[in-house]
């Protein structure tokens, strides 16, 4: 079936640092990739997608490249700041799978300081 | 690992019904716990938090009468789709947290609601 792996955390970071939180996919089909985030005590959001290889996605200065050939979707931010800090997740769609629409990673948990 | 379960994972009801979904966190105290719902090729939306022995609250345009949310134990919330219509035909995710902070949490294997 369809998984999602992604790095575990805490990630500890100064501010103004560059981020990179790895994550990698399986899937049977063509499917669309995620970054949601989580801030503490809220629910998810949507950070960023991409839905076909070569896709990149990006929001608030984070970026995501949707890359086929190492099934990866690897989350990059070039300086982050305090208000950055949260939990993230990878996940998959795979419209082809009907039984499993969403996949997620573990999560990710930030952690900046100033 | 902590889990948390999704039950029914699939479900199939006529319109005008009710259907209950059931999100329970099996080892470990949910203190919080949120209800999404996806959209086909759409990302998650969330519905609603629910707090364990309060209300819940909803997110702007989504319908408290129509989606009623229970939490009545630290382990257990539901979700119930009343008078369910086609276009309520979705997946429902749950998520589950047990730390006031928010930064454990865990996801329910969803479940697909078909209302014919």
């Known amino acids: 079936g369809d998984s999602v792996t992604q790095m575990e955390g805490p990630v500890t970071l100064s501010e103004e640092a560059c981020l990179t939180i790895n994550c990698t996919y399986t899937a049977t089909g063509y499917p669309s990739l995620f970054w949601y985030v989580q801030y503490p005590g809220e629910g998810l959001q949507l950070l960023l997608k991409?839905?076909?290889?070569?896709d990149k996605g990006s929001n608030k200065g984070f970026e995501a490249t949707y890359r086929k050939e190492t099934t990866s979707f690897h989350l990059e931010k070039g300086s982050v700041q305090v208000s950055d800090s949260a939990v993230y997740f990878c996940?998959?769609?795979?419209?082809?799978?009907?039984?499993?629409?969403?996949?997620f990673g573990g999560g990710t948990r930030l952690m900046v300081k100033p | 690992g902590a889990v948390v379960s999704q039950h029914p994972s699939r479900v199939i009801c006529k319109s005008g019904t009710s259907v209950k979904i059931e999100c329970r966190s099996l080892d470990f105290q949910a203190t919080t716990m949120f209800w999404y719902r996806q959209f086909p090729k759409k990302s998650l939306m969330l519905m609603a938090t629910?707090?364990?022995?309060?209300?819940?609250?909803?997110e702007q345009g989504v319908e408290k009468d129509k989606f009623l949310i229970n939490h009545a134990s630290l382990t257990l919330s539901t979700l119930t789709v009343t008078s369910a219509h086609p276009e309520d035909s979705s997946f429902y995710i749950c998520s589950a947290s047990f730390d006031t902070s928010g930064n454990t949490i865990y996801f329910g294997e969803g479940s697909w609601l078909t209302v014919v």
């Open positions: 991409a839905t076909k290889a070569d």
């Open positions: 629910s707090n364990e022995g309060s209300k819940a609250t909803y």
């Open positions: 996940a998959l769609s795979d419209w082809g799978n009907a039984g499993n629409m969403l996949t």
